[in-house]
Structures are given as C-alpha cells and as structure tokens.
C-alpha cells in the first residue's frame, strides 16, 4: 500500500488554535436586511481538515435566497496574518482577511465594487456565537447584512 503523500504535514496548525471554540455543529437562527421580517434557519460546521493544517466552514440557510457556502481558514506564520477563501452556490469565490483576539473572529474583505465584513463571538460557555456582518456596496457607507445566533448542536 502506498504513503499518503504529504502525510507528515498533516497535523494541527499551531496558529489556528485560536479558532478551536469554533470548532463543532451549530444551528443557526438570524436574520438579513433584504428578507425583511423574516427569520432564517440554517446550520453550520467548523471543522479541522487534513489533520488540524486548516479549518473548515461549511454553512446552509434554508432560505433560498441565502446561499449555502464553504470557506477554509488558514495562515502565514512569517506575517502572523490568517485569511479564508470562501466559495458558495452561486460561485461566488472571495478571500478575507481574518484576525482574532481571544473569542472573538472578524473577517473582512474590501473590494471597490462590494465589501464585507463579519464579526462572530464565542460565548464564554462555548454553547453559543453571534455574528453580525456588514456590507459596503460601491464604496458607500457600511450597512447590515446578515445576523446570526448559533447554538451548538450537542
């Protein structure tokens, strides 16, 4: 039987650790500016691939107005800098710039045409997460986007 090839770098990525209370299955419940009043269900995982190198995100709404995407996580240890590579349904493919401070996960993405930005906390528990995104269309003022609760599925 032949080696995986690569197989000694499949391991945790030491600077990704920050994101471990993250890491599980989520329902989530919120909310968009477009879809006024009403409420949006869905669900999300995060979870460590090719041994703990990088995170991924995959997310489903049940609206279809809400695309279901997948994002992967990872960083430049020269820089300290984290980024996600994000790809939906439509074939939207974006990158985003990542910090992170303690429970706390922004990601943003600045482009002339449409920006984004999301911040997600962690509960101290770790049970739940909120998200509140914002969006910048053609350089304008930032506005709401989409808003989610996440309770940690057990």
């Known amino acids: 039987m032949a080696r995986e090839i690569g197989h000694e770098a499949l391991k945790p990525n ?60 990872g960083s430049d240890n020269a820089t300290g800098e984290f980024s996600m590579l994000y790809f939906d349904e439509r074939e939207v493919s974006r990158k985003f710039d990542i910090s992170i401070e303690r429970n706390v996960v922004r990601w943003q993405r600045n482009s002339p045409d449409f920006s984004q930005r999301m911040v997600l906390t962690v509960a101290d528990d770790g049970k739940t997460m909120v998200s509140k995104g914002e969006m910048s269309e053609n350089g304008g003022a930032w506005k709401p986007d989409l808003e989610l609760a996440y309770s940690r599925i057990e």
């Not at 030491?14 to 869905?42: C, F, I, Q």
């Open 14 to 73: 030491p600077a990704l650790r920050a994101l471990e209370g993250v890491v599980g299955n989520w329902d989530t419940v919120g909310t968009h500016p477009y879809l006024s009043g009403k409420t949006l269900h869905g669900r999300a995982t995060f979870a460590w691939i090719e041994g703990g190198a990088f995170l991924l995100m995959r997310s489903e709404i049940d609206d279809p107005e809400i695309p279901s995407g997948i994002a992967i996580f």
